[in-house]
Structures are given as C-alpha cells and as structure tokens.
C-alpha cells in the first residue's frame, strides 16, 4: 500500500513512498532546497551533474545555438555543431570507435548498441544469420526499456516485466565482494568471471551470440565493482575467438568520472561499441550515443545496405549536440578528468574511516564512482533483512546531514544487499571532499546507532 507521501499534484513521480524536497536551483557541487536547505550532490544526480551545476558557459551555449536552430531531423539535414560534437567524441575514445549514432539517453544508448550488432552480422552473413543473443551479466544494469531490461541483469527491476523480456543469457558479474567461486583475490574472480563468457557462449553456441555487454565499472547495480585489467583482455580475446561484439557500457563510467576518459581506458581493450550518456552532456540536454568502431560502421553503411535501420526523432538534434559539445570541451580545458582521478584516490582514503562502523562491509571503485556496502555482519558479509531498510535509512540519515547520496538494493540475492553509489561532480575540490566526507560519515554513524 503507497505511503503517498509525495507531493499532490500532476506529476506521475516514481516514487509515491518518498518525501520530495522541492530544489530551487544548484550551483557548482550543491543543491538548494525552496526551505533554504543545502545539499551536497554527492552523486551527482545518478553520475550525471559531472561538471557540477549551475554553469553559465553552458546557458550562453544553449541560448546562442537555440536562436541559430534548434531542431532538424537528422535523417534529412545536417549541422555543423552535430558534426563537430561527433568529431569531439572520438578524439576521447580509444581505438577506432569514431562513428557516433546519437539518441537521447543510455537506454536509448544500449538499444541502438544491439540493433548494431544484429544489423552487423545481417549486413555481413546474409538475413539467414543465427546471429541474435546479447550475453550480459547479473548484478549489471544497462537501462529501463525493454531491450535494454532484458540485458540487465538487477532482478528488482526486472522482476515484474519479467514475461516481456527478450531471453538473453547471464552470467555472474566480477563482483568480487561476493563472488560465487569463492575467489581470494581480484584477479582470481576476474579470470573467473571470464571463463564464464567463453563457457556461456560454448553453451548458446557462438553461432547464436551476436554481442557481449558489460559495464568497465558497475554502476547501479553493484556499485564501484571493477575487475582486474585481466578481465577485459581476456573478455577481448574470448569475443575474437568466438565472433562476438564487445559491447562496453559506459553510460555512468564515460566522460571522465572514473578518473579516466572512459572506464575501458583502465583496461587497455578496445570495444567493438562503446554505449554513453549521462556525463557526455553531463545533465544540461538529454543526449547520449552508441559508438561503433570501423569495422561495424563499414560493414553496414559502407559495404553494406547503407541504412541502419534504427533512429530516434531527437537522436541527434542540434541542440543537444551543441551542448555536448560545449561540456565536453570544458571537461577538457577544465582538467576535471584528471581532477576525478585525484579527487577520487583522496575521497577513497579518507572512506576508509567509514570500517569502523560495524555495518559498513565494502569500499570499492574507481576516481569519483565508488560503492559502498552495508551488512549485518562483516565477518559472514549477511546482509540485512529488507524490512530493516537499511539503504532507505542511509539515505535520510545522509540527506538530513545535507548529502545526497544514490541507494540501491537486491545485490546479494535479488532481494537482500543495500548500498550506496557516490559520484560526486568531477569539479569537487579536496575542501569539498573534506565536507562530503564528515556529513557522510555522521549520516552512518547515526544509521549505525539505530539499526544495532
Ligand atoms: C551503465 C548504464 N547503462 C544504461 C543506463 C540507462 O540510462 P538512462 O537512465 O539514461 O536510460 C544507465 C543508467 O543509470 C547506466 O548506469
């Protein structure tokens, strides 16, 4: 039964059981409530707010280019600002990923990702192809819509769509926390967890599997989890050996906010499409992309139909592109990938105070996208029951303290496991961080108090 706390009016909100603050406007790494109070973004929306909020360069940006043209339709006209934003996303992304289809979002993003690839092995093997499966893992998540729910593997989200979905294999995730070969070390679960792609494609039959996904860093769903460079150069090899695209999701992990350009950077591999979103517009136009590399591209739109048979009415709107752009750019000149890189490693020390609360069971990630894990027991890593709320009371208790903090639940076992993610604007300062951390750490202490 809903709590109907949220505020009566025409909105259809998410969430009935929640309180809405109402916020009048943000400025750099801070909310301000209508009732005056300030909050710290220390998630940055969902990874989203990267260049922190408020910027004027931006507002003159969409001001300027909303007067000069706004829309067109990019299965008809083409503008300079589209290009130029496409250009300036493959200069940061490795290899040869340099063909940009844009839509508007990162379920958007991952869609378009695997109509690509089932367009690929058509274009190239003929319209008898077997080719159809997208491998994915549990503890993933790869965004809401349909196809992209069927690759996700958080079974809270999908629980109740479940008969609608596309049956995509899954298999487990390197999350090493709570691995299930009873690995010691990050490396043994990253090799593990490798041998479960080549054995699951083993299983369907390479001949049925079109592509892989994976998240470089998980968000959402296992939040800060990461693998051991291993991991992905043996998922590389495995996807070659096999014919399978490697498709890696950096919708939260791209655009500087694991201290890298993207989360794959860490690893050194090359994907056949790199999915993003969120810190590509860094929340000042709804904007992401799908991007494929050299081989894809050719194989359907140079050697091929030449039609990708997919597209959006605002994918690649001019508008969006420009702000992109714009915030692409003062990612770069602002330094604030490198930022996230030092402010990360100095938020990561100083989170190691948190151990001390008994409920606190894991730290983990990279730069500025780190998890953290409750449990009843470090010893056993049990988790909480359900019923104890533990990520609802984490929240409030942060939220009272003025930081904002992104919950999630069901880690462990699809129903059990609460967590938080911080991913605080990339733009922090090691002051900031200092602030972050002393009202993070009051809002555990307090948590920690009333739930032992
Ligand atoms: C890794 C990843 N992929 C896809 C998505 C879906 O993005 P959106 O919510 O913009 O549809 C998300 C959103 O959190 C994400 O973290």
């Known amino acids: 039964m809903s709590l109907n706390k949220a505020p009566k009016n025409n909105v259809f909100y998410r969430n009935q059981n929640w309180i809405y603050p109402r916020i009048a406007y943000g400025k750099g790494i801070y909310l301000y409530g209508e009732d005056g109070k300030k909050y710290i973004d220390a998630c940055s929306g969902s990874a989203v707010a990267n260049i922190g909020h408020g910027n004027e360069e931006v507002a003159r940006c969409y001001e300027e280019q909303v007067k000069r043209i706004a829309f067109t339709h990019l299965s008809r006209w083409t503008v300079d600002v589209i290009e130029k934003c496409a250009e300036k996303i493959s200069e940061w992304t490795p290899g040869d990923l340099n063909h940009v289809h844009f839509v508007s979002g990162g379920s958007e993003a991952t869609e378009a990702a695997i109509k690509m690839a089932r367009q690929y092995f058509i274009e190239r093997d003929g319209k008898n192809t077997t080719k159809w499966k997208v491998i994915s893992k549990w503890n993933s998540y790869h965004g809401a819509t349909l196809g992209a729910l069927s690759m996700t593997g958080d079974t809270p989200r999908r629980k109740i769509y479940d008969p609608m979905l596309l049956a995509f294999p899954k298999i487990p995730q390197f999350y090493h926390y709570r691995n299930p070969w009873g690995c010691k070390t990050l490396e043994e679960t990253s090799i593990k967890a490798a041998q479960a792609l080549e054995e699951e494609i083993l299983r369907q039959g390479p001949e049925n599997v079109a592509a892989f996904i994976t998240e470089p860093v998980v968000g959402s769903a296992a939040p800060g989890a990461h693998p051991e460079k291993i991991y992905f150069e043996m998922v590389r090899e495995i996807c070659k050996k096999y014919d399978v695209l490697l498709i890696v999701d950096e919708v939260m992990s791209g655009f500087g906010r694991t201290g890298m350009k993207f989360g794959v950077d860490y690893f050194g591999v090359v994907p056949d499409i790199m999915t993003v979103a969120k810190g590509m517009s860094c929340g000042y136009t709804p904007i992401g992309a ?163």
């Open 290 to 452: 799908a991007i494929a590399n050299g081989e894809v591209f050719e194989t359907i739109m140079v050697k091929g139909s030449g039609n990708f048979v997919h597209g959006h009415t605002y994918g690649g709107n001019p508008l969006s592109c420009a702000v992109a752009l714009c915030v692409i750019n003062i990612l770069e000149r602002e330094g604030y990938v490198e930022n996230a890189a030092k402010q990360g490693e100095y938020l990561m020390q100083k989170l190691q105070g948190l151990y001390k609360y008994p409920i606190v069971g894991d730290i983990r990630g990279k730069g500025l996208m780190i998890g953290v894990e409750f449990v009843k027991d470090r010893e056993t890593k049990e988790p909480f029951d359900v019923s104890e709320n533990i990520k609802g009371k984490v929240t409030i208790n942060c939220l009272e303290e003025g930081v904002v903090v992104y919950p999630g639940g069901g880690s462990v076992d699809g129903v059990r496991g609460d967590h938080f993610l911080l991913a605080p604007p990339l733009n922090i300062t090691k002051e900031e961080v200092d602030e972050l951390y002393e009202k993070l750490e009051r809002g555990i202490k307090k948590t920690c108090e009333q739930v032992l």
